[in-house]
């Protein structure tokens, strides 16, 4: 009899119903949907007239009571590391959404508790998963390039209007989501920035709040990164360009790496240039197998929640920057962070924030993989 994993989700929302899907028709080999949780008793009417068989709750305790071995966590924010550590402690291996969370502090404790207790641990960092973004990692970390000494990351399509923020009440606020672009719809290209290029030992960022949209945290910023070898990088994001760009270009001594418009151009000393182009994938599935994988014969992951931490450690870094106005060196003092996140609580404008959920176009739905 084939190995499964019964799997189970807390947070049937715009990502989470797809996850749901997915598993609902089969295409995760070995994965088989065993619930569903969601607090909105309007969504679970809606999946028990879809799915009548498939076991529904309003509270993720129940859930991960409910025999399943396995749990996505497609919720708010700061819930993730919340349901996942109480998952854990119940032995339920765990697939995050990204990020992590809101902050870094008590996140390794919650990857070596996992470790500890023998529980699969992943996150979805699924653009891990674009061919031309996994070469890159490889050619710099085979030294196709030689050491890095510059790196610059234009991207700018990450466009969201007014109607995305006030799809939920949870969205664009420092008390329900924590944070903006950096933390929301750039979490996967700080990943893959660090991924690539590695951690900066010191961040400068200034970063925009609602400059674009009616909400109060960043729709706009820009990275200054410097690393221990010398190399500099910037890292510029938005979700208020229309028509923005999505550009990454590392500049080795060696020769250099450019990807845009779905390519990655490859340049070395006395060689032609090489082309590579992207190709078709599905950066969810593939992470959920990879996942399930992980679960049934213990393969390595390519996202182990640890990594999310990263992207999250230069997100906090790049928001504490911008408020003290200076540099910030890693790692991050996480108290001083805790520290400004409680002020931009506490300051949040009441009137800004979203009291209502409406519902999302179809607009985003294709901007979950790469967007070239």
Avoid at 104 to 131: H, P, S, W, Y
Wanted: aromatic residues 10%.
């Amino acid at each position: 009899m084939e190995k499964t994993v019964k799997i189970g989700i807390v947070g049937v929302g715009n990502i989470g119903s797809v996850h749901l899907s997915t598993l609902a028709k089969n295409k995760v080999k070995g994965g088989v949907l065993s619930g569903a949780c969601d607090i909105d008793a309007q969504k679970l009417k809606a999946l028990k007239d879809a799915y009548p068989q498939l076991s529904l709750f309003e509270d993720y305790e129940d859930l991960l009571n409910s025999g399943i071995d396995a749990v996505i966590i497609a919720t708010p924010h700061y819930l993730h590391p919340i349901i996942a550590e109480r998952a854990i402690e119940k032995g339920i291996h765990v697939l995050i959404e990204k990020p992590f969370g809101v902050f870094t502090k008590g996140g390794e404790a919650l990857c070596q508790r996992a470790r500890d207790k023998g529980v699969v641990f992943g996150i979805m960092l699924n653009q891990r998963t674009n061919k031309l973004f996994s070469l890159a990692h490889e050619l710099v970390k085979n030294g196709e390039i030689g050491k890095i000494r510059r790196h610059v990351w234009i991207i700018t399509n990450w466009y969201r209007t007014q109607e995305y923020y006030e799809s939920d009440s949870w969205r664009g606020s420092w008390q329900g989501e924590g944070g903006g672009v950096l933390l929301n719809q750039a979490p996967h290209n700080l990943d893959l920035w660090q991924w690539i290029c590695g951690m900066p030992k010191s961040i400068y960022a200034i970063c925009k709040n609602g400059k674009y949209h009616d909400i109060s945290v960043e729709d706009e910023a820009t990275i200054f990164a410097e690393y221990e070898n010398g190399a500099t990088g910037t890292f510029i994001t938005t979700t208020g360009d229309k028509y923005g760009t999505n550009r990454l270009e590392i500049s080795g001594e060696r020769g250099s790496i450019v990807l845009e418009k779905g390519r990655l151009i490859l340049q070395r000393d006395g060689q032609t240039p090489r082309t590579f182009r992207d190709k078709e994938y599905n950066g969810h599935l593939e992470i959920v197998q990879d996942f399930t994988n992980a679960i049934l014969y213990k393969k390595e992951l390519l996202a182990p929640a640890s990594e999310g931490l990263k992207s999250l450690e230069i997100s906090n870094c790049a928001y504490l920057s911008s408020y003290k106005n200076e540099k910030v060196d890693l790692p991050i003092n996480e108290d001083e962070f805790l520290g400004f996140l409680d002020i931009m609580q506490k300051n949040e404008d009441p009137v800004s924030k979203n009291e209502t959920d409406k519902p999302l176009s179809s607009t985003y739905q294709a901007k979950w993989n790469t967007n070239w």
